[in-house]
């Protein structure tokens, strides 16, 4: 994708979004490339097995261990 440093200045969310779609943006200044913007990413750290089914501060705890079991008991007294 093509885009001029105006487009930069008034559209960065847009431009930011489609460069972490992967998607390489060539900003331009008057008429010449001048800059690339592109994911820093890294694409197999998304794919990577998470060991835990819960993660963070969660994942330390004994009682979630199942955590289905876990989830279920939080939700009895809703009903």
Do not use: C, Q
Not at 5 to 10: E, G, I, Q, T, W
Not at 29 to 40: E, F, H, I, N, Q
């Amino acid at each position: 994708m093509i885009a001029t440093a105006k487009d930069l200045r008034f559209h960065s969310k847009e431009l930011l979004d489609t460069a972490k779609r992967g998607e390489e943006v060539i900003i331009t200044y008057r008429g010449k490339p001048y800059a690339k913007l592109v994911s820093v990413v890294n694409e197999t750290h998304k794919t990577e097995k998470i060991k835990h089914n819960l993660f963070g501060i969660w994942s330390e705890y004994p009682e979630t261990e199942d955590v289905n079991e876990f989830v279920d008991t939080l939700r009895k007294g809703r009903f």
